[in-house]
C-alpha cells in the first residue's frame, strides 16, 4: 500500500502526545492501591496527629487506605530512610522541617540524597515548639533558666526534638560556654514524660503535648520559638522576646513525595492537602492543638526548607554539628 506523503511525519508527530495522553490517564488513576503514609512522628506528637489527620483526608478523596506507618526515631532518620528505600507510587512521607533542614549537617553520610530523594509537595502548619523545664525547678523564664545553669554548671540537663531546635540550643550554650549534659531519647514523648517527672531539668519539643502538662501544674512553657505567639498559649513569650534572638525558628511539618514524582500528580496532592487543612473541622483541630494553618506551593515549600538549612549550615559552620548521643 503506498503511504501519502507527510503520514509517516504526522504519525511520528503524533506519538508523543499519545504517550503523553496515555501518561496522564495512567496518572489519573493513581492510586490503585493502598499508599503508606510513611511518618517520623511518634504517638501523641503533632508531625503524628497532622500526618493521620492528612491521610485521612486523601483516602476519602481518592478512594484507596493511606495507613500511616509511624517511624520515628534517630532524628527521622529512620522513617526517611524507609521512605526512601520504598517503590515509587507506594508511599508518601511526612515529617518535620527538621528533618530536611538539620539532619544533613549532623551526618557526614546520609543513605539517600535528602535535596532529591525526597520531593516537596506541601507544608500543613506552623508548629510552635517551646522550652519547657519542670514545675519545681527553680526559674520562670528563660534568662532565669539559663543563669541558673550558668551558676551550677553540669547539675541541669536537658533534650530536645529533633531539628533546628537541637541545634541552635546546642550552639547557644556553645557560644554561652554553658555546661548542660544532653539526654538522648528514641522518642520525643519519653523526653516530655521525664521532663515533667523531673528527671531531665529542661526540654524543647513541640508545643501541643506541653500543654496539657503545664495546665496540670507538671511543666512549666518559657518561651515559643516561631517569630510569633502560640494561639493556644498567647501567655508565652517568643524566645525574641524573651531576649535570645539566636533561638528563634519556626516548624513546619509537611508533605513529600518520591524522587521523579510526576509534575501534575505534584500539583494534584498539593491542592488536595490545601483543601484537607481548609476543612472547618480540620481548622478546629488546628485550633485546639495551638497550630496556624501554612498553605503554600510546592516551589515555595521547597525555597523555605532550603532557607531554614542555609541559616542552621551558617550556625553549624561557626559552633559544630553532631547527632545527639
Not at 524507609?82 to 518535620?96: E, I, S, V
Not at 524566645?239 to 511539618?253: H, N, Q, S, T, Y
Request: include cysteine; aromatic fraction near 8%; charge should be positive.
Amino acid at each position: 500500500m503506498t503511504q501519502r506523503p507527510g503520514a509517516s511525519r504526522r504519525a511520528t508527530l503524533a506519538l508523543p502526545a499519545l504517550l503523553l495522553a496515555r501518561g496522564a490517564q495512567a496518572q489519573g488513576s493513581w492510586p490503585s492501591q493502598p499508599i503508606r503514609m510513611i511518618s517520623t512522628g511518634s504517638p501523641g506528637t503533632s508531625t503524628d496527629v497532622l500526618a493521620r489527620l492528612v491521610a485521612d483526608g486523601l483516602a476519602a478523596r481518592l478512594g484507596q487506605p493511606f495507613p500511616v506507618d509511624a517511624r520515628p526515631g534517630a532524628d527521622g532518620l529512620i522513617g526517611t530512610q524507609a521512605f526512601t528505600q520504598a517503590a515509587p507510587g507506594t508511599a508518601l512521607f511526612f515529617t518535620n522541617a527538621g528533618t530536611i533542614t538539620t539532619l544533613p549537617l549532623m551526618h557526614d553520610r546520609l543513605p539517600y540524597d535528602t535535596w532529591s530523594d525526597l520531593v516537596p509537595i506541601v507544608p500543613t502548619c506552623t508548629d510552635f515548639l517551646a522550652y519547657a523545664v519542670h514545675s519545681d525547678f527553680p526559674g520562670r523564664t528563660l534568662a532565669e533558666m539559663f543563669a541558673r545553669v550558668r551558676a551550677e554548671p553540669g547539675k541541669y540537663s536537658w533534650s530536645s526534638a529533633p531539628g533546628g531546635t537541637y541545634l541552635l540550643t546546642l550552639a547557644f550554650l556553645k557560644q554561652q560556654g554553658l555546661d548542660m549534659p544532653f539526654i538522648s531519647y528514641r522518642v520525643s514523648s519519653q523526653a516530655v514524660t521525664d521532663t515533667a517527672a523531673g528527671r531531665v531539668a529542661m526540654t524543647v519539643q513541640p508545643l501541643t503535648p506541653l500543654v496539657p502538662l503545664a495546665q496540670d501544674g507538671k511543666l512549666r512553657v518559657l518561651a515559643v520559638t516561631p517569630g510569633l505567639r502560640a494561639p493556644r498559649a498567647p501567655e508565652v513569650p517568643t524566645a525574641r522576646e524573651a531576649g535570645f534572638p539566636m533561638l528563634e525558628v519556626e516548624g513546619f511539618p509537611g508533605m513529600f513525595g518520591w524522587k521523579g514524582m510526576p509534575a501534575p500528580l505534584l500539583a494534584r496532592l498539593n491542592a488536595m492537602v490545601q483543601q484537607i487543612i481548609a476543612v472547618p473541622e480540620v481548622v478546629e483541630r488546628f485550633r485546639g492543638l495551638g497550630l496556624v494553618p501554612r498553605p503554600s506551593t510546592p516551589a515555595q515549600f521547597g525555597a523555605d526548607l532550603r532557607a531554614l538549612h542555609e541559616k542552621l549550615a551558617a550556625v553549624a559552620r561557626v559552633y559544630g554539628a553532631r547527632p545527639p548521643e
